[in-house]
């Protein structure tokens, strides 16, 4: 089975300073995508960052940026900078070949003043 | 404003007593899905819409309902609700098949749902 794992249930991250986010999936697929979503307290999803798994470059989004490590079937997410609206549960997420997204659990992050 | 709107927002009910949370896009996007939230299982699919009337089930489907007669609208129902259906709910649209990762899944605001 396709699989999403986020090791992290909480980060905390001093304001202006860089946190980075773990992610791991297990698939045998060699085409797949993969999502880092944001959850404010408002509790909408939005798209943070994309990566396709055939592009070698990792997907860059102002200040937030991947770490995808194919072989190792890691996907990790840095936030630079570090702001306090970027207080927020993420979520990793992946589509392998042709089934339906697949979520982890989520990382909770605290942003210090 | 390009938007996925759910209502209501948040419902407290009781067992057995039907309900339907509504699902709106004004993108014409032809895909829409619903999904659910729970504290250490993330979001699970509970079904999805291909198009217009044209419906799947996703990983969790028991317990629920969906119709898509509209393209903009794809309402989840709970005939005979229980407690383990508790949850926060998420629709969510794009204009391709999530299969294809090419084009972003907006989502709505989510629906806090307690059944009593």
């Known amino acids: 089975a396709q699989t999403v794992t986020q090791s992290q249930p909480e980060m905390s991250v001093q304001e202006a300073e860089t946190v980075t986010l773990s992610c791991t999936y297990d698939?045998?697929?060699?085409?797949?995508?993969l999502f880092w979503y944001k959850q404010p307290p408002s509790r909408q999803m939005i798209l943070v960052i994309r990566?396709?798994?055939?592009?070698?470059q990792n997907a860059t989004e102002n200040r937030f940026s991947v770490n995808f490590q194919k072989a190792a079937k890691s996907f990790s997410l840095k936030i630079s900078d570090s702001q306090l609206g970027d207080a927020a549960m993420y979520f990793c997420a992946s589509l392998f070949g042709n089934e339906k997204l697949t979520f982890g659990t989520g990382t909770r992050l605290t942003i210090i003043p | 404003e390009a938007q996925v709107t759910q209502n209501p927002r948040y419902l407290i009910t009781v067992t057995g007593k039907k309900l339907t949370v509504t699902c709106s896009q004004n993108m014409n996007h032809e895909y829409m899905s619903w999904y659910r939230q729970d504290p250490g299982l993330g979001l699970r699919q509970i079904y999805y819409s291909m198009n217009v009337e044209v419906t799947d089930k996703g990983d969790v489907p028991e317990g629920y309902k969906v119709s898509r007669k509209e393209k903009r609208n794809f309402p989840l129902i709970l005939e005979s609700p229980s407690p383990n259906q508790t949850s926060l709910y998420f629709c969510a649209s794009s204009l391709a098949p999530a299969q294809l990762g090419t084009d972003e899944q907006f989502f709505g605001p989510g629906t806090r749902l307690t059944v009593l």
């Open positions: 990566q396709e798994a055939y592009k070698q």
């Open positions: 698939t045998s697929e060699s085409d797949y995508y």
